[in-house]
């Protein structure tokens, strides 16, 4: 089993920044792949960004390229998502997710989540 636990969410003004932060437990952290997610109301959950065990690769959503970045320091059992220039599209409920699998950007690779974080961008 592994938990997780984000943080960081909030409200914020268009053009602004946050980083939310995912605290994982129980196995090995650098075993898994590392992903985020949104879930906008009266929509689907959908992928923003994963990445591999040491870091090394990134995936991204095409919407959020060159706007958010991950990473995860595997001494602090933690992953990260850096988020700038946020637009109003970005409000949504963000989740972590570890997948045993290789990256990817499928939903259903991941087998554990986070109870999510509320991020809110204001035009």
């Known amino acids: 089993q592994v938990q997780l636990v984000e943080s960081g969410g909030g409200l914020v003004q268009a053009g602004g920044s946050l980083r939310l932060s995912c605290a994982a437990s129980g196995r090995t952290f650098s075993n898994y792949v590392m992903g985020w997610f949104r879930q906008a109301p009266g929509k689907e959950r959908e992928f923003v960004s994963a990445?591999?065990?040491?870091?090394?690769?990134?995936l991204y959503a095409d919407s959020v390229k060159g706007r958010f970045t991950i990473s995860r320091d595997n001494a602090k059992n933690t992953v990260y998502l850096q988020m700038n220039s946020l637009k109003p599209e970005d409000t949504a409920v963000y989740y972590c997710?570890?997948?045993?699998?290789?990256?990817?950007?499928?939903?259903?690779?991941?087998?554990?989540w986070g109870q999510g974080t509320q991020v809110t961008v204001s035009s």
């Open positions: 990445i591999i065990w040491n870091g090394g690769s990134a």
């Open positions: 997710a570890a997948s045993p699998f290789v990256i990817t950007t499928r939903t259903n690779a991941y087998n554990y």
